[in-house]
Structures are given as C-alpha cells and as structure tokens.
C-alpha cells in the first residue's frame, strides 16, 4: 500500500451505533489531519494531530472522537451522530503541519440514517 | 471572515482546449495559494501552487496566475484531457496560520 489509505469507504450507520474510521499513511509524514466534505460546501478541517499530540481542534462536535496512536495510524470515533453529519470523511498527511501540500485519503462516504 | 470562493461551480470544456478556473479570496494577508484536483471517488489531489511574492508559476500543463491587486486566482490547463475531469479546489493560507481556507470547488467536465 502507498500513499494515505482509509477504511472503510462507504458506512451507513444509525444514530445510536457507534462506529470508527481508520486512516493509515504510509508516507512517514508527521502531521495527520481529518476533514468533512459536503455537498457544494469547502471542505472543514476538524482535526489536526502532530506526531500523535493534537494540536488543532476545530470546535467539532464530542460525538466526533479522534485518536492517534502513533504517526502512521489515525481513527475517527463516532457516536450517536446526526443525519447532517453524513458526508465525506477525508484523512490527509503532510510532512510536518504547515506543510501546505497534504495528502489525501480516499475518503469514506458515511450516511447516517 | 476569510473566504475562498470559485466563481463558477461548473464549467464545460471541448477537448483539445484549454481551461481556466478562476478563484477570489478576500483575505489580503493571504501569501499561499494551492490547487487542488478532486477525481470522482479520490481524495484531493495537490496540482500547484503560488506564493504572493509571484504572478505566475507553471507546471506540466498547468499556469496558476495570481492577480493580488483585486485578490484573484486562476488556474489555467492547457489542451485539456478527458482526465483533467475533476473538480478543482482553490486554498489560501497566510503567515502565521498553519491551516489552509477551502473554496467550494468548480466541477470541470471534458467534452470529447
């Protein structure tokens, strides 16, 4: 695998479920960040974690819980989401933060019904 | 506050011609400027940037044009490609701030 891998990436979940998104570079960056995307919307940088320590938390929601157990790997918690909550879920690296030119993940389309 | 808007959400191009994708900032301590390059089902995609100390930078096929007098952005892609299909993303980002401001996107559609 190269690149920013994430799984998975399609999730349908309900309100009460309580699920998780993986990240995963292979790039041996520092810096990982999660962003959402909706429809005719630019996209919203939530988190921004540097060498697993967060540095950024832009005033998400705590039903959005995000880990990074080391420089390689990040999660996203979910739990009892809201349907505005559906969208693309993105996870980028960059090689220190600040580094303007992030990589990108697939991304995981989640629907909450 | 900061934003970043394209002006147009979609644009239509024939093949073989060349495209530009305009961008706006409002932001006049805005001196970083990215592109991005969104395929359908792929995360973003870097394909160029400017700093405010350039009016133009080129690439493979690609010019960015930075006009900072009115606080405008383009992207142009010469001869373009069925795979230049995408939507585009203009950023900006300033001294001091390690995040980058989105705009919303222009879908660019190839017509053969």
């Known amino acids: 695998e190269t690149g920013v891998t994430q799984t998975p990436r399609h999730l349908v979940m309900g309100m009460t479920n309580k699920k998780s998104l993986k990240c995963e570079q292979h790039?041996?960056?520092?810096?990982m960040y999660w962003y959402k995307q909706s429809a005719k919307k630019p996209l919203e940088l939530m988190f921004v974690y540097s060498l697993e320590e967060r540095v950024e938390n832009n005033s998400v929601p705590s039903r959005f819980s995000p880990e990074c157990p080391n420089s390689s790997h990040l999660f996203l918690h979910l739990h009892t989401l809201q349907p505005e909550d559906s969208a693309l879920y993105l996870c980028?690296?960059?090689?220190?933060?600040?580094?303007?030119?992030?990589?990108f993940g697939p991304g995981t389309r989640l629907t909450v019904t | 506050g900061e934003s970043v808007g394209l002006h147009l959400p979609t644009l239509s191009v024939q093949e073989g011609d060349n495209s530009i994708i305009n961008c706006a900032y409002s932001n006049s301590a805005s001196d970083y400027f990215i592109w991005y390059k969104q395929e359908s089902g792929k995360g973003p995609q870097f394909i160029i940037d400017i700093r405010s100390n350039m009016d133009k930078r080129q690439g493979q096929r690609v010019t960015v044009l930075l006009n900072k007098t009115v606080k405008h952005l383009s992207l142009q892609i010469a001869a373009t490609q069925p795979g230049d299909s995408a939507v585009y993303f203009c950023?900006?980002?300033?001294?001091?701030?390690?995040?980058?401001?989105f705009g919303t996107g222009t879908r660019l559609t190839i017509i053969p």
């Open positions: 790039l041996g960056h520092n810096a």
């Open positions: 980028a690296s960059s090689p220190q933060t600040g580094d303007y030119e992030q990589y």
């Open positions: 950023a900006e980002s300033h001294f001091g701030n390690e995040k980058l401001t």
